[in-house]
């Protein structure tokens, strides 16, 4: 490589932004429909949205009710192989679109039913692409399996850090040593030995993490997410997400009245779990209807939000942020090249210093301050926490609004057309390489996994299981009769 060529790379690699990043980002805000288009959102600001993988590994060895998987899913056979080339070309075309950086989910059914090898294979494919990826599971499986997905045949890490999100709830039915919880509380043994693995591979192999917990909200469970956000609050876990349950999937697995609870309702539990206001209106990611989430500081029990909306000097350090540095990448970069990206950044826009210094200022005061915040550290108890709710949409809105989409028409029906309107504004898109397109996960979840798995079934065929021939796709909605609220119940109750 000649001298002339090393610098200009040099210099790509230490541009605050790089410009495929910046150009993906002024995309997905044009496309962003004007209602989304405000000065809290995040999306064609800092980020382009999460991705996910889609019709690979559908299989699952639980049986939750909700269960998001298409009624066929068991039907499909796991093979690594299909896995990985189809994560490959799923991602290559994510990073044609959506630039060189991104989360990415490596979803579609349980993974850890992957061999660990091929499940390694297919996050190292992600990761090829620029994505950041994150294996999402249900959690039941031991530390041999998570060894062999992290360590190579030698014994050395593959990976300097690794993601997941472990959904855990007392609607999922088959765990080892919880088939049947009656409670949420009975699961935070399960909770926190799977968190405990990864403290565990950080101290035996210097891999770190980033986990996140996922639970599904249902009438059943809801006056329970107090409880299991006090509890988890207290585990090793960066992120608490939580989806108020949606009639999507499998229809034989639904129960009760979903729609009864409300990202507001599942929202007022996290914060009385946590004992304090986690305010979220400063950021947006997408529609509102489908998504509300804040980033903060936990320090020795206080939750100290890096935005406070009710703070004109954070609004104004937010906008400055988003205007001269959205779409800059501090995850995983090499410390030396983030040093000379972040010196960059600052020497183009020197005006913007004083107010974000400011802001850390702030952050810290509400943490306690600098004292309290060094004798947590000590103690282990300073930590960076992200909640989340994602309020899936029903495949009976989602499908026929999707087909009107499809063909450039805006419904006229009210209830239409706001689920067009979130669709419009999804922050969770999976790829589509075979015909140009992304699409929202709602609608791979409503109208194509069904499609799909006519088709995996005919690709990858159970051993011994008859031909794939007789099963139609079929969209579900939801059932007219509903079972009653399942009694799960509260804590000590
Ligand atoms: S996947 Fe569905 S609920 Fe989630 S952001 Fe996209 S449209 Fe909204």
């Not at 299981?465 to 799960?488: D, E, H, I, K, N």
Request: proline share 7%.
């Amino acid at each position: 490589m000649s001298f002339r060529q090393s610098l200009r790379e040099f210099e790509l690699a230490t541009r605050p932004i790089h410009p495929e990043s910046k150009a993906a980002l002024e995309k997905r805000w044009r496309e962003l429909p004007p209602h989304a288009q405000t000065d809290n959102q995040l999306l064609g600001r800092c980020a382009v949205g999460c991705e996910g993988t889609h019709g690979v590994f559908p299989k699952c060895n639980l049986t939750c009710s909700p269960c998001y998987h298409s009624a066929d899913a068991n039907k499909v056979r796991i093979d690594g192989a299909h896995t990985v080339d189809n994560v490959d070309e799923q991602m290559r075309y994510l990073r044609g679109i959506r630039g060189p950086r991104a989360h990415a989910q490596l979803i579609g059914g349980e993974v850890s039913l992957l061999p660990a090898a091929d499940h390694a294979a297919a996050l190292l494919a992600m990761r090829a692409q620029g994505r950041e990826p994150m294996s999402m599971t249900h959690g039941d499986f031991d530390y041999d399996y998570l060894l062999d997905v992290v360590l190579d045949d030698e014994g050395r890490p593959r990976f300097d850090k690794v993601s997941f999100a472990a959904h855990f709830d007392s609607l999922m039915r088959g765990r080892r040593g919880a088939v049947r919880p009656r409670s949420e509380a009975e699961l935070h043994p399960f909770r926190e030995e799977f968190a405990r693995m990864f403290v565990d591979l950080k101290r035996d192999h210097g891999v770190n993490r980033y986990l996140a917990h996922n639970m599904t909200v249902t009438p059943s469970n809801v006056d329970e997410v107090e409880e299991v956000t006090r509890a988890v609050l207290e585990m090793p876990y960066d992120m608490m997400s939580f989806q108020p349950a949606a009639f999507i999937g499998d229809d034989r697995r639904w129960r009760e009245d979903f729609g009864e609870v409300t990202i507001d309702k599942v929202w007022e539990r996290i914060e009385k779990g946590a004992g304090q206001k986690l305010p979220w209106q400063a950021t947006q990611f997408g529609d509102p209807r489908c998504n509300r989430s804040t980033v903060g500081m936990r320090v020795a029990g206080v939750f100290a939000p890096l935005l406070d909306p009710e703070e004109p000097k954070d609004i104004a350090a937010r906008d400055r942020f988003l205007a001269h540095h959205g779409g800059m990448v501090f995850g995983d970069v090499p410390k030396p090249v983030l040093a000379i990206k972040v010196a960059r950044a600052a020497l183009a826009h020197p005006g913007d210093i004083p107010p974000l210094i400011g802001l850390a200022r702030r952050v810290v005061r509400r943490a306690g301050g600098l004292r309290r915040m060094i004798r947590a550290a000590r103690r282990g108890k300073l930590s960076f926490k992200t909640f989340v709710v994602h309020n899936f949409m029903d495949a009976e809105q989602v499908a026929p609004a999707w087909e009107l989409m499809e063909k450039g028409v805006v419904a006229d029906d009210p209830v239409l057309k706001e689920t067009q309107e979130r669709l419009g504004s999804c922050m969770y898109a999976m790829a589509h390489p075979e015909d140009g397109r992304l699409v929202p996960a709602c609608v791979q979840h409503s109208v194509l996994d069904p499609l799909e798995n006519v088709e995996l079934r005919r690709v990858l065929p159970l051993v011994g299981a008859g031909a794939a021939g007789a099963v139609s796709p079929s969209v579900v909605s939801r059932p007219s009769g509903l079972t009653p609220v399942r009694s799960t119940r509260r804590a000590g109750a």
